[in-house]
């Protein structure tokens, strides 16, 4: 499996892509507006044909570059079924196999950061990979309080993704500290979201962050269930 991470300074958002080495089909996960030139570079570089491009939820800080990539290379552009995005190609539901070439990943609907959050599971070479959107970060998990936001439905959502390989490795889709990886084994032990009993301790936890709301929130949501149209 050819893969690469990519990252946007602004939002501190991870692009991920992944494509098959034999058949050179390539899917962009969580991609930014304003890195497509950058995507279609790299795409061209490597020789790769692009898919499908798709988001693990309706992001709040940046536009996603799922229209774009579109318009660009044809590609497929797919949301979760819960964000009810008229504007995708298609939607994946709960345990969906999507393949690109012999890349095969595997859809679970992870609500709790927002109704539509998803992760995606990969398995390569028995190496596991998990790309955890918002829901799991790396020390850290997303915030529940707002676009239908969960914090016990999160906290089964993250129950869910504990359970897979110790020796999974975790991609999220943002970190804002300088962490790139990290593993099912270390959010186990180190996380402190995680060191908890049950899901009223989580949300008392959720429910007392106090966060800002993100700068471009009021941009970005409209703009991403429109695959990143602004106008």
Request: hydrophobic share 35%; net charge negative.
């Amino acid at each position: 499996m050819i893969f690469r991470q990519l990252f946007d300074r602004n939002s501190s958002t991870y692009t991920y892509l992944l494509a098959d080495e034999i058949s050179h089909q390539a899917v962009l996960i969580d991609p930014v507006s304003e890195h497509t030139a950058l995507y279609l570079q790299l795409l061209n570089e490597l020789q790769l044909d692009l898919t499908y491009a798709m988001d693990t939820h309706t992001h709040a800080d940046h536009i996603t570059a799922l229209g774009k990539l579109r318009e660009e290379t044809g590609c497929m552009t797919l949301m979760g079924e819960q964000a009810g995005s008229a504007c995708a190609s298609g939607s994946f539901s709960n345990q969906q196999k999507i393949s690109v070439g012999d890349v095969v990943i595997t859809t679970l609907h992870t609500p709790g950061h927002t109704d539509d959050s998803y992760c995606f599971f990969v398995e390569v070479s028995e190496q596991h990979y998990l790309f955890s959107g918002d829901t799991l970060l790396i020390r850290g998990t997303g915030r529940t309080d707002f676009q239908n936001g969960d914090a016990v439905e999160q906290y089964q959502s993250l129950l869910q993704l504990l359970a897979l390989p110790d020796s999974t490795w975790v991609y999220p889709a943002h970190d804002y500290k300088g962490y790139t990886v990290s593993t099912i084994e270390e959010e186990k032990r180190h996380n402190p979201r995680l060191q908890i009993a049950n899901a009223t301790q989580y949300k008392q936890i959720m429910d007392n962050l106090n966060l800002p709301d993100p700068k471009m929130m009021d941009v970005a949501v409209p703009a991403n269930r429109a695959c990143g149209d602004i106008s």
